[in-house]
């Protein structure tokens, strides 16, 4: 079973600038998770979708973060415009649907520079 | 109340000891504890999880233990291996919020010595 898949895998990019990120799940994954993992922290969920709809976005800086998933399976996260502070990692992850206990699947992540 | 406190920062553990990892929460309405486990260049990986209805849970070498009147688990890890060598995160996550979140633990960055 091919995992979750995101690219691209590195990205630095000067302050102000846009940049966006696009994560393939575990295919018939219903829920899908955008993380943002800061160094020496642990994840922080920025959005998490059932199939295409929002269920959780209450974390993420809307005025500067935007994210979709138009058909249900794959998703662009997209940042602008990037500040230093977003200097992070961000991971994509899916589960089989949106319950509790449901494991989640993380792909390798995102790791952006913002100079 | 959302915070999920997770000590220490950084183990150092000889081969073949009891690595020991410890975590605490407030909200009493979290109903599951996983533990993710992260090697470098990676993403997070589920390595054992738990419920609040049963005090401890064995996997392997891996065993969480539950304390729900503390609202405090931890992880242990029998017969380290260096090959253990990961950065360990506890969650809690709650399915009581219309939808659910899962709360990460800041992490511990375990090294076994061979």
């Known amino acids: 079973e091919a995992g979750v898949a995101q690219s691209p895998r590195y990205k630095i990019i000067e302050k102000r600038q846009s940049v966006a990120f696009w994560c393939n799940p575990i295919s018939g994954h219903a829920t899908l998770y955008w993380y943002q993992q800061i160094l020496g922290q642990g994840p922080k969920l920025l959005i998490q979708?059932?199939?295409?709809?929002?269920?959780?976005d209450s974390q993420l800086p809307k005025d500067r973060f935007s994210a979709e998933r138009l058909k249900g399976v794959d998703s662009t996260l997209k940042i602008q415009p990037a500040k230093l502070e977003d200097s992070a990692v961000y991971l994509c992850?899916?589960?089989?649907?949106?319950?509790?206990?449901?494991?989640?699947?993380f792909g390798p992540g995102t790791r952006l520079t913002v100079l | 109340q959302q915070q999920v406190k997770q000590s220490p920062q950084s183990l150092i553990v000889q081969k073949g000891g009891i690595s020991i990892i410890n975590c605490a929460y407030e909200?009493?309405?979290?109903?599951?504890f996983p533990w993710y486990q992260q090697f470098p260049g990676k993403g997070p990986a589920l390595l054992i999880a738990i419920r609040p209805d049963v005090s401890e849970k064995k996997e392997g070498r891996f065993t969480i233990s539950f304390n729900k009147s503390a609202k405090q688990f931890s992880l242990h890890i029998m017969d380290s291996q260096p090959g253990d060598s990961a950065t360990y995160f506890c969650?809690?996550?709650?399915?009581?919020?219309?939808?659910?979140?899962?709360?990460f633990g800041a992490g511990t960055r375990l090294f076994v010595k061979a």
């Open positions: 992850a899916s589960s089989f649907t949106g319950g509790s206990y449901n494991e989640q699947f």
């Open positions: 909200n009493t309405a979290f109903d599951y």
């Open positions: 979708f059932q199939n295409n709809g929002v269920v959780d």
């Open positions: 969650a809690a996550s709650s399915s009581n919020t219309g939808g659910f979140k899962t709360i």
